[in-house]
């Protein structure tokens, strides 16, 4: 019996890679012992550098519209946050942005805006028919839910990846949080994505108000049972005007354990250091998310003016810095890891892109 409270076990069980279950999920989550620790992170680095490689990729971020139609209670741009200044960047100057950051080098650009009807699917349509033939980058596209068709379209016009989080697999919890959102429709959602032909990522926030551990169990069994290329998870932020506001944030700690035992279960995922586990902290968290299984970072491209007020939780890093400063001051960051930026687009496991990695 006491041999069974030690984690000994389940370190073996991930050693020689056996499937583990929901409980011995909720053990690894659940362990606080440093040494324990240290030993968890340690293997989680060794399936990631197994898998994936020692290669880290980046996405520079465009945030081109902060308007959205939703009402999430987490989140600082939702619907009824009559407090912030509101923002959409025309196709020329999202164009402009995607060359900007193409030119610095980035391979890929992540198109993300809160849930904006105001650009359509021929929006998308013509923004990435402009950008693929005028601009060598694989394209993510991070609008939310939409309708199968349109997302079809996106597909056609030439999009890569597409991102949309379930952000919790508690179906109570989810609708607590979502007073505009369905659980089924969310997880429709990622279906139609994949059926498409997108390479698909989804992700959680950890330290949800009412979230449990054995929540994240579930959440991590759900990313492998979805066979994600990408899975995001960044901690709960809470921001003066939700909700949410007088409620703790998510933990560094939790976020670390959650992406080693994700990179643990899922193996040859990207994952990235997410730029909600690189705010928290008093020192970037994104640093070691690199050494416990992350092999991905986003910057933030977007133009200056705008960056600030798309602001999701408070506190966010990297409000200042230019494009090509960021591009050049992450990569001296990251040669300290002693780990290579990739130069490839950095496709997923599916390689459904249409273009080959180079
Ligand atoms: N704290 C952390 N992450 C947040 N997101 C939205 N609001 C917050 C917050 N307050 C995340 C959600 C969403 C992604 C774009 O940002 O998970 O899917
Ligand atoms: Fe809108 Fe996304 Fe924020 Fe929800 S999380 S309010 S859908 S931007």
Redesign the pocket.
């Known amino acids: 019996m006491e041999k069974n409270n030690k984690p000994d076990s389940l370190f073996e069980k991930i050693e020689s890679e056996e499937n583990l279950e929901q409980n011995e999920l909720i053990r690894l989550l659940s362990l606080t012992d440093q040494r324990d620790l240290t030993r968890l992170y340690r293997l989680a680095d060794q399936v990631r550098q197994k898998y994936v490689g020692e290669e880290i990729h980046l996405r520079g971020l465009i945030e081109f519209s902060n308007y959205c139609r939703k009402n999430c209670n ?3 741009i939702r619907r009824d946050n009559r407090k912030i200044t509101r923002y959409r960047m025309t196709m020329e100057e999202i164009y402009t942005a995607v060359r900007e950051a193409a030119s610095v080098g980035f391979r890929t650009v992540v198109l ?1 805006s809160g849930e904006d009807l105001f650009y359509t699917g021929e929006f998308f349509a013509e923004l990435l028919h402009r950008i693929k033939t005028e601009a060598d980058v694989a394209v993510t596209l ?1 609008v939310g839910e939409r309708t199968r068709q349109e997302y079809q379209q996106m597909f056609q016009a030439g999009a890569d990846r597409y991102l949309l ?1 379930f ?1 919790t697999s508690n179906h109570v919890l989810f609708k607590e949080l979502h007073p505009d959102s369905n659980y089924r429709e969310r997880m429709n959602a990622l279906t139609w994505l994949e059926e498409v032909g997108f390479q698909v990522g989804s ?1 959680v ?1 950890i330290g949800l108000p009412g979230q449990t551990i054995a929540d994240l169990a579930a959440d991590i069994l759900k990313f492998k049972d979805l066979a994600l290329d990408m899975i995001g998870v ?4 809470s ?1 003066r005007d939700t909700p949410l506001a007088d409620l703790p944030s998510g933990t560094v700690e939790m976020t670390y354990k959650v992406i080693a035992v994700t990179r643990i279960v899922t193996k040859d995922t990207h994952i990235p250091a997410t730029t ?1 586990l690189g705010s928290l902290g008093p020192v970037d968290g994104r640093l070691k998310a690199m050494k416990l299984g992350a092999n991905v970072v986003m910057p933030n491209v977007t133009p200056a003016k705008y960056r600030a007020l798309y602001e ?2 408070p506190d966010k890093i990297c409000l200042q810095e230019e494009t090509a400063y960021y591009r050049d001051g992450l990569t001296g960051w990251l040669a300290a890891l002693g780990r290579p930026v990739a130069s490839g687009y950095g496709h997923g496991k599916k390689g459904k892109g249409r273009h080959r990695d180079g």
Not at 234 to 237: A, H, R
């Open positions: 987490y989140c600082g993300q991070s989080r952000e992700g926030m960044g901690p709960f932020i921001h909600a999701l939780y």
